[in-house]
Every structure is written in structure tokens, then in C-alpha cells.
């Protein structure tokens, strides 16, 4: 039961996979949409740029605690830090469902019209962006939903 | 204790007010789309509409059950039952604010070019639409974490 109770806790392999994957997929996305491309022209993208960008660094802290906990044995306890853990996963993962929906929404209103309003070059690039947010944002649901098992314990 | 588990219970009014408001918002958020206005030349509007058809009839029916079980003092505690609740109110929600989230964005794409790809009349609707859309996500989101409550006790 203490195993189960702990499954999302961090510090776990299982954890770090997730933050791991999280950065990549982010990182990602920001990366197709920020270099060569035009987004600050559309709101959807700007928000986008904006959530992946925080997403990034969470991801990337909470990477580095997991790993030095794993390699310390010591895992992260403190009530207070684990709510903010808690609450900043849940809020982290709803923006980013939005953002990678405005997105996805937005590109396929630019490709309607025979792609006159999207050169192919740019729009690829869009489209794995949107991807690569919808990847980031199913890790970051999963972790928020691994979190839920140490809520009872706290 | 036992007041704070079955705080987000079927048939509690509290319950029964969130399903009332999801109801209400979600029709209006279907009515504002769909009567006069062009929403199936856009995908997102098209999403919009067919997640408020989900939202409707569910949010429908559980606010019957909840009146039902109020008049009756007769809560629903079959656990197979509250999980297919939890488990639709979960998808439904994230449903939701998806396509509160793509018609919101395609809506500020389509205002950019000073509106000439919408005409003001239709413009308004699509918006209140939207925001309807976003409070009925918001109730349906309360529903989840009110939600969360039962499950320690199923």
C-alpha cells in the first residue's frame, strides 16, 4: 500500500521519465515554432510560445529533482512543496491543453482555403509544433494524474 | 468526516446546482452557434457544437438523477455507476475546454483582419458561444474535482 501510495511521488524512475519527456516534447514545440517561423502573428501561436515556455523550465526543475533524489535516495517529503508540485502540474497541464488546441484550431483554419494563407514550409513546421504540445501536454495530464495518489498521504 | 466525502456526491443540491448550470450554459452555448449562423463551414465551431451535444444530455440526465435522489433521500452509491460518472465527467471536461479553447482562437483570428472574414452579427454570436462554452467547461470542471471527494470512499 505504501508502494502504491508513493507511485507518483517524486523521485521515482517512473517520475523522471515523465519530466524527461516532458522537456523533450516542450522544448520541441517551442523550437518548431519560434525559429524561421512567423507566430507572432497569430494570438494562438503567442500563447502557445508563451505555456510551452513555462512548461520548459518546470519540466526541466522538477527533471533535476527527481534525478538527484533518485541518485541521493532521498526522496522530496515536505507537504508545502508537493502541494505547490500538485497545483502547479494541474494548472500547467490545463494551459497546455488549451494552447495545443488554440493551435491545432488555428492551423487548420489557415490550411481551409487551399493553404493561400500558409506557405507549406511554415505550416509543417506549425503542425508539429501543435504535435509535439499535444505530446507534452499528455505527459504532463499523466503526471498530474500520478500526483492524485499523494494527496491522500499528505 | 463522512459529511466531507459525500460532499460532491450525486444528489446532494450543491451537485444538482453544478448540472443545472452545465445544462444551461451548454444549450446556450449550442443555441448561440447553431441558429442562424454559418458554424459548419469551420471545423472548431463544428467540435464546439457536437462536444455541447455530449455535454447537454449528460449534464441533463445526472440533474434528474440528482433531483430524483433529493426528493427521494435515496442517494446513487452503486460503485459501477459513480465510476462511469467520474470517468465522463473527466473526458467531457477535458472535451470541453478543448472546444472552448479552438472557437475562442479561431474566433481571434478571424476578428484580426478588422473583421472582414466576420461579419459583426455573426462575430458576437460566435463569442458569446465561446464563453458560454467556458463556463459550462468551469461547472463541468468543478463536477471533476467535487468528484475526486468519492473516490476514497468507492
Redesign the interface.
Known amino acids: 500500500m505504501d508502494e502504491l501510495l508513493l507511485a507518483g511521488l517524486l523521485g521515482t524512475s517512473a517520475s523522471l521519465t515523465l519530466r524527461l519527456g516532458q522537456t523533450i516534447f516542450s522544448s520541441a514545440s517551442l523550437l518548431f515554432m519560434s525559429f524561421g517561423v512567423e507566430f507572432y502573428s ?3 501561436f503567442c500563447y502557445l510560445v508563451t505555456v510551452m515556455g513555462l512548461v520548459l523550465p518546470w519540466s526541466f526543475t522538477l527533471a533535476m529533482v527527481d534525478a538527484y533524489s533518485l541518485c541521493a535516495k532521498c526522496p522530496l517529503r515536505q507537504p508545502g512543496i508537493l502541494w505547490i508540485i500538485i497545483m502547479g502540474d494541474w494548472v500547467l497541464s ?1 494551459l497546455a ?3 495545443a ?6 492551423i ?2 489557415l490550411l ?1 482555403n487551399g493553404g493561400s494563407y500558409c506557405p507549406p514550409k511554415f505550416c509543417s513546421r506549425y503542425q508539429f509544433s501543435a504535435a509535439m504540445a499535444f505530446l507534452s501536454w499528455i505527459l504532463t495530464a499523466a503526471s498530474s494524474l500520478f500526483n ?1 495518489w499523494i494527496i ?1 498521504s499528505l
Open positions: 497569430y494570438t494562438a490545463i491543453l488549451a494552447a488546441c488554440s493551435t491545432a484550431a488555428v487548420d483554419l481551409q492524485l491522500p
